[in-house]
C-alpha cells in the first residue's frame, strides 16, 4: 500500500486548513477505513501490522515502539484505575520519543477501566513535524498508530490486533498481553524518559521541583550538576505538556537587563553544550536580527550596542543594506538600521525537555499531580501528591502558567497572571524557505523565523488577553482557538517584512497559555514560606531563558548566592498588592501590550493606579505634582508648581531630557538656598524589638550599631560573599527596640532578608510599619528656622547631633526626628502616625514660607544623593558589589564582637584588595546625561560600565557612578559610550558637593 496516496479517503485541502486554523477537529476513522490527508497533516491510515514494521523504523525499532505503548498503556492504568471512576473521563497522556533520526512517538491514553485494564484512546508514532497538527485530532476509540511520514504526509495504523501488556481493553476488545521490556531499556535506548517512573515512587528527596515544563527540567538539570541528586522533579501530566511543548522555540538573547540578558547568553552556550555532547535539542544557532524603522528604535538599539559590549554580547549594528545582504528576503525600505546577534537562535522545546533530563528518568516522576504542600515549623517540609507524599525542605514551584495554584496549596500568594500568546505557521513557501535567522521588527510587535520551510511568525498583542482559569495547565496540551483579531496586525507586518509570504495559507495557529508576571520579568527566589521557591512567569522567553533561570535557581538553592543579580527577577520585589489577582492581572496585561515599546527612563506606567497615597498627596497634587508610582506608592517626581522658577536650557539632551522639568533643577536650589519638603512617606520602616534584637541585628549589619539610645546608623546587610543584600539605616530608638528604614520597593526584601539571616529569632517582633506612619523630609539651610519654631525641643547642634534621633512634637503631632540627610543639607527626617500626616505637612508648609520652603521630587532627591556620592541599592549596589568596592568600607567594622555576616569575605577582600571601585566621573558635557549602563573606556580598554547618573544641578555637572577597574584614579580621563557615540569625561574625588560635610552638621 502506497503512503499518502491522494486517492485514498482524502480529506479535502480546505477541510484541513480549517481544522487546523480552528484548533481540536474530530476525524473518526472507523475500523478497516483508511483516510489519508495530505500536505502536512495527519494521515489516519489503518493497515496490516507487518506492513507496520516498515513503516515506523528500522526493523529493530518496532520492538521498542510496541514496547513504548505498552508501558504506557500499564503504567497509566495501574495508577489511575481505582481512582477515576467509570463515568470519569480519565487522564488524557502524550509522550514522544525519537526514534532514529525521523520519528517521534506520541501515546495518548485514557485509563476508564479498573485495575489491570484500560482503555487506550490513541497510540501515535508520527513524524516531527506533524506531530502538533496530530495533537489536536481525536481518533476516537479507535486505535492508531500513525507510523510515517512520507514528504509532507503522515500515516498510521490500527493497532487492535496487537498483543500488550496485561489486560487491556482496545477499542471494544480486551486483549492479553505477550510481551513486555523494561523502561530502563527503553531509556537507555532513547535517552531520558519521559514515561512515568513506575518503578518507585521516593518518600524522601532533598528538593522537588513541581513542573516538568522547561523552567523545571532546567532547575533539576542544574541542581543535580551541583551535587543535589537526591532531588526529584514531579509532573502532573507527561513532560511538557504545560506550555513548553507548543512553544515557538526562540532564543533571543537582548533583553532589557543585563541580568536576563546573561541568563540567556548562558542559555545558548549551554543548549549548543548539549548539542555537542549528543542531546541535541534541535538547537538551530541561526543568529538574529531586529530591525529597527523609527529614530527611537534606532538609539535603542545603538544603546543596547553600546552596552552589549561590557558584559560580552555579540551585538553588531548594521545599515538596511548590509541586513538586506544578510536576509535578502526581508524587506527593508522602511528599515533604519537593524542589530544583529549570531548567538541566537531556535530550538526544539521538548527535544530541550529530553536534552536537560538525559540520564535523569530516575528522578522524575511524570502522571503526578502535586495536591498539597506540607509545612512545619514554618517552612516547607513535604509535598503531596496523587501517588503518596514526598518529605522534603526545598520544594521549587516551576509550575508555569499553574504556579499561582501551586503556590496557593501552601498559602503563598504568587503574581502570576496566566495569559494567551499567539503564533502561526504558514504553508510551505515554494521554494520552501531555508534555514535564515530570526528576525524581530518590535517596531511592528512581530518576530518570525524559518519552520521546516515555512514561516513562523509571532506577535504580542496590544490588546493581550488574560486566561482567566481557576485551574490553569490542568488539561494537558491545552491551547486556545484562533485569535485572528489580536493577531491581525503582527500578520500584517510579516506579510509586509516577508513578501514572499503574501498570499499563503496558514497551515497551523497556536494560541497557547503562558505564565506572565505583573512587570514582565521572571519570577524566581524563595518565596515568603521558607523552603519554597518559584521558577515561572517567563512571559514568551522561557525557552530562551531556561538554562539561565535553571543555572541561577539551582545557585541560589544550593550555595545560597547566584552567580548574577537576580534582584530584578525576584519574587520579593513584589510587595502584598499582588496578591490581588486583579491588580496583578491588570499591572501584567499592560505589561504584556507594551513589550516591543521603547522603554525611557524615567517614563511612568499608569495601570493599577493610584493605590498607595500619603497624607500629604492632595496638597501636592494641588501645587501640580507629576506623580511617579513605587511598589504601589504615588511618589512626586517634581512639583510642577516649581517650573516657572526653573530654566529650560538646562534640558538634558536626548532621552534624559524626555520626561523632565525644568522643576527639578528649582527645587535643588531652592534646597541649596532655603528649604524643601520632600513627601518620603513612602520609605519602607521596620522596627524590631526583643531582647535579641541587638544581638541579631548586630549580625546582620556590617557597621555597629551597637550605639547610645537615639543614635542613628548607616549599614549595608551583606551576603556570606560579602556582596550588599540591603543599604539602610538603623535608629536605636531605645534599648532592644531598633528602626530599620530602607529603600520604598525594598522592604519586602529586606524584611525577609533579615528574617532568613537572624541567628536566632525568639522573642523577636519585627513590624513593617511603612503604611503606618508618614514621613516628610526638611531639608536645607533654613530648615531649623522653620521647625525651631513649632517645637519646645532644642534643635541645635549641640542638642541634637546629626545621625542622631529624638522623640519630639511638632504642634501638637507626635513626631520621630531624625536629623540625616539623602541631599546633604541641614534638616531631618519627620515621621508620625499617619492619621497626622496631613497637619504635619500644612505646619511645616505655612511656618516655612517666608523661609522660601518649596516642596520638591524625587527627582531633585536623586539629582542632589549623585552630587554627595550617596550609593543607591539596585543600581550602584547590588548582591554581587561589596562595601569596598562601593567606596563604603567606612560603614563597616570589621572587628566588631561577635563577627557578622559576609565578615570573612570583606576581610579577606580587604587584605587582597579590590578589583572594581565605584567611582564618581563628570561629563564634560553637562547636558549629555547618562542612563545607567554605558560602558566606560580608557583609550581602547573597556575599564567598567555606568551604574546610575544624572544632573547636578548645584554643581552644575552631568554626573555618572560607574564601577570601574580598581586602578582607575581621580584625575583620570575616560570616556563613556552614549547613543553609539564616546563623550569625554573625568573621574572626580566625591563627593562633589560640600566634601567636608559642613553643611549636614551646621
Ligand atoms: C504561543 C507561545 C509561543 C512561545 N514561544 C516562545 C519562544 O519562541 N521562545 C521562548 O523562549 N519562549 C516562548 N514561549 C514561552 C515558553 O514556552 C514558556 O515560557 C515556557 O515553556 C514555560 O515553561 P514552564 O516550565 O514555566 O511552564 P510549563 O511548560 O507550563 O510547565 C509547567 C508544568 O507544571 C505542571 N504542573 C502544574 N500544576 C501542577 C501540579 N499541581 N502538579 C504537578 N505538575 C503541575 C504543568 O502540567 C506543566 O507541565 C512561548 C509561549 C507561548 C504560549
Redesign the pocket.
Known amino acids: 500500500m502506497s503512503r499518502g496516496d491522494a486517492d485514498v479517503g482524502v480529506l479535502e485541502d480546505q477541510h484541513i486548513a480549517r481544522a487546523d486554523r480552528l484548533g481540536p477537529a474530530r476525524i473518526e476513522p472507523r475500523e478497516g477505513e483508511q483516510v489519508a490527508v495530505r500536505r502536512r497533516l495527519a494521515v489516519l491510515d489503518v493497515v496490516d501490522a507487518d506492513d507496520r514494521v516498515e513503516q515506523v523504523a528500522q526493523p529493530g525499532d518496532r520492538e521498542h515502539v510496541i514496547d513504548l505503548l505498552v508501558q504506557r498503556s500499564r503504567c497509566d492504568c495501574d495508577r489511575h484505575a481505582g481512582r477515576h471512576g467509570a463515568d470519569e473521563r480519565g487522564c488524557l497522556r502524550t509522550d514522544r520519543r525519537l526514534l532514529g533520526d525521523e520519528f517521534l512517538v506520541a501515546v495518548y491514553l485514557r485509563p476508564q477501566q479498573p485495575a489491570g485494564a484500560g482503555r487506550v484512546r490513541r497510540l501515535i508514532v508520527v513524524g516531527k513535524r506533524a506531530l502538533d497538527d496530530l495533537r489536536v485530532r481525536e481518533a476516537g476509540e479507535t486505535v492508531v498508530v500513525v507510523s510515517r511520514i512520507e514528504g509532507d504526509a503522515v500515516t498510521g495504523e490500527d493497532l487492535a490486533e496487537e498483543p500488550v501488556e496485561d489486560r487491556l481493553v482496545i477499542g471494544d476488545r480486551a486483549v492479553e498481553v505477550e510481551d513486555h521490556r523494561s523502561r530502563r531499556h527503553l531509556t537507555r535506548e532513547y535517552g531520558p524518559s519521559a514515561v512515568t517512573n513506575t518503578d518507585s515512587f521516593p518518600d524522601r528527596a532533598r528538593c522537588v521541583v513541581?513542573?516538568?515544563?522547561?523552567?523545571?527540567?532546567s532547575v533539576l538539570h542544574h541542581l543535580h550538576k551541583l551535587g543535589w541528586t537526591d532531588s526529584v522533579l514531579?509532573?502532573?501530566?507527561n513532560?511538557?505538556?504545560?506550555?513548553?511543548?507548543?512553544?515557538?522555540?526562540?532564543?533571543g538573547q537582548l533583553r532589557s537587563t543585563i541580568s536576563q540578558t546573561r541568563m540567556i547568553m548562558y542559555s545558548s552556550e549551554l543548549y549548543a553544550e548539549l548539542a555537542a555532547a549528543g542531546h541535541d535539542p534541535g538547537w538551530r544557532p541561526v543568529g538574529g536580527m531586529r530591525v529597527a524603522t523609527t529614530p527611537e528604535r534606532v538609539q535603542e538599539l545603538q544603546r543596547a550596542a553600546s552596552t552589549a559590549r561590557t558584559y560580552g554580547l555579540e551585538l553588531e549594528l548594521e545599515s538596511p543594506e548590509e541586513a538586506k545582504a544578510r536576509l535578502p528576503l526581508l524587506e527593508t525600505s522602511d528599515v533604519l538600521a537593524s542589530a544583529w546577534m549570531p548567538g541566537d537562535g531556535?530550538l526544539d522545546?521538548e527535544l530541550l525537555v529530553r536534552a536537560l533530563l538525559a540520564d535523569l528518568d530516575d528522578a522524575v516522576f511524570t502522571c503526578?499531580?502535586?495536591?498539597g504542600i506540607e509545612v512545619a515549623g514554618g517552612r516547607v517540609s513535604g509535598v503531596v501528591?496523587d501517588r503518596g507524599t514526598i518529605e522534603t525542605e526545598v520544594v521549587v514551584n516551576?509550575?508555569?502558567?499553574?504556579a499561582g495554584?501551586?503556590g496557593a496549596l501552601a498559602g503563598v500568594p504568587i503574581p502570576i497572571v496566566p495569559m494567551r500568546?499567539?503564533?502561526v505557521v504558514t504553508e510551505p513557501l515554494d521554494p520552501p524557505l531555508d534555514e535564515i535567522p530570526t528576525v524581530r521588527d518590535p517596531d511592528h510587535i512581530v518576530y518570525a523565523r524559518p519552520e521546516n520551510g515555512a514561516l513562523l511568525v509571532?506577535g504580542y498583542a496590544r490588546e493581550p488577553n488574560a486566561y482567566d482559569d481557576a485551574a490553569p495547565?490542568s488539561e494537558?496540551r491545552q491551547l486556545f482557538g484562533e485569535d485572528a483579531a489580536r493577531f491581525a496586525e503582527s500578520w500584517e507586518a510579516a506579510q509586509h517584512r516577508f513578501p514572499s509570504i503574501r498570499g499563503i495559507g496558514l497551515a497551523k495557529v497556536?494560541?497557547?497559555?503562558?505564565?506572565f508576571t505583573p512587570d514582565g520579568e521572571f519570577l524566581l527566589g524563595e518565596t515568603s514560606l521558607p523552603g519554597l521557591w518559584i521558577?515561572?512567569g517567563?512571559?514568551?522567553?522561557?525557552?530562551?531563558?531556561?538554562g539561565g533561570v535553571g543555572k541561577s535557581t539551582a545557585e541560589w538553592i544550593a550555595c545560597g548566592q547566584p552567580e548574577l543579580d537576580m534582584s530584578g527577577m525576584d519574587i520579593r520585589r513584589f510587595g502584598p498588592q499582588f496578591a490581588s489577582r486583579s491588580y496583578a492581572r491588570t499591572r501584567a496585561l499592560d505589561s504584556y501590550s507594551r513589550y516591543y515599546d521603547v522603554v525611557y527612563p524615567h517614563e511612568e506606567r499608569e495601570a493599577g493606579r493610584p493605590l498607595r497615597k500619603s497624607p500629604a498627596w492632595g496638597r501636592l497634587d494641588a501645587l501640580g505634582t507629576a506623580w511617579g508610582e513605587k511598589a504601589g506608592w504615588e511618589r512626586p517626581n517634581w512639583v510642577g508648581a516649581n517650573a516657572a522658577a526653573g530654566d529650560e536650557s538646562l534640558r538634558p539632551r536626548g532621552w534624559a531630557g524626555r520626561f523632565w522639568s525644568p522643576a527639578i533643577a528649582a527645587e535643588c536650589i531652592a534646597t541649596r538656598d532655603a528649604a524643601c519638603l520632600f513627601d518620603q512617606s513612602s520609605f519602607s520602616k521596620i522596627d524590631v524589638r526583643g531582647p535579641g534584637a541587638l544581638a541579631a541585628l548586630q549580625w546582620l549589619c556590617a557597621n555597629d550599631i551597637d550605639k547610645p539610645d537615639g543614635s542613628l546608623i548607616y549599614t549595608q546587610l551583606c551576603n556570606a560573599c560579602g556582596g550588599i543584600e540591603a543599604d539602610l539605616t538603623v535608629t536605636r530608638i531605645s534599648g532592644h527596640h531598633f528602626r530599620v528604614t530602607t529603600g520604598t520597593a525594598l522592604g519586602v526584601r529586606d524584611r525577609q532578608w533579615m528574617l532568613r539571616n537572624m541567628p536566632d529569632r525568639t522573642g523577636l517582633a519585627i513590624d513593617d510599619r511603612t503604611g503606618a506612619e508618614a514621613c516628610f523630609c526638611l531639608w536645607g539651610p533654613e530648615a531649623r528656622t522653620i521647625l525651631q519654631p513649632l517645637t519646645d525641643t532644642d534643635l541645635s547642634t549641640d542638642a541634637f547631633p546629626f545621625l542622631t534621633s529624638q522623640q519630639l512634637l511638632v504642634g501638637a503631632v507626635p513626631v520621630r526626628a531624625q536629623r540625616v540627610t539623602f541631599v546633604g543639607e541641614l534638616g531631618w527626617e519627620l515621621y508620625c502616625p499617619a492619621e497626622y500626616g496631613h497637619t504635619l505637612w500644612d505646619l511645616l508648609w505655612e511656618a516655612g514660607a517666608p523661609s522660601g520652603l518649596v516642596a520638591g521630587g524625587y527627582r531633585a532627591i536623586d539629582s542632589m544623593r549623585l552630587e554627595k556620592g550617596y550609593r543607591v541599592w539596585g543600581t550602584d549596589l547590588d548582591p554581587n558589589t561589596t562595601p569596598y568596592e562601593a567606596g563604603l568600607g567606612f560603614a563597616v567594622r570589621l572587628g566588631k564582637e561577635g563577627g557578622f555576616l559576609g565578615r570573612e569575605a570583606l576581610e579577606a577582600q580587604k587584605e587582597a584588595g579590590v578589583d572594581t571601585r565605584l567611582r564618581c566621573l563628570v561629563l564634560d558635557d553637562p547636558l549629555a546625561i547618562v542612563l545607567g549602563n554605558e560602558p566606560v573606556r580608557s583609550g581602547d580598554d573597556l575599564i567598567g560600565r555606568v551604574t546610575s547618573g544624572g544632573p547636578g544641578y548645584r554643581v552644575g555637572a552631568s554626573i555618572a557612578v560607574a564601577k570601574v577597574a580598581a586602578g582607575v584614579e581621580p584625575g583620570d580621563r575616560v570616556e563613556v559610550g552614549m547613543f553609539g557615540e564616546w563623550a569625554t569625561a573625568t573621574v572626580a574625588q566625591e563627593p562633589l558637593y560640600d566634601p567636608h560635610g559642613e553643611l549636614t552638621r551646621a
Not at 513532560?239 to 532564543?251: D, P
Request: charged residues 5%; glycine residues 20%; hydrophobic residues 40%.
Open positions: 513541581i513542573g516538568g515544563g522547561v523552567g523545571g527540567a514531579v509532573e502532573q501530566h513532560l511538557t505538556e504545560g506550555t513548553t511543548w507548543h512553544s515557538a522555540g526562540f532564543v531556535y522545546p503526578t499531580r502535586v495536591t501528591t516551576a509550575a508555569g502558567a499553574a495554584v501551586v500568546h499567539q503564533y509571532g495547565l494537558p497556536v494560541n497557547g497559555p503562558e505564565a521558577a515561572a517567563f512571559c514568551v522567553h522561557g525557552l530562551a531563558g531556561a
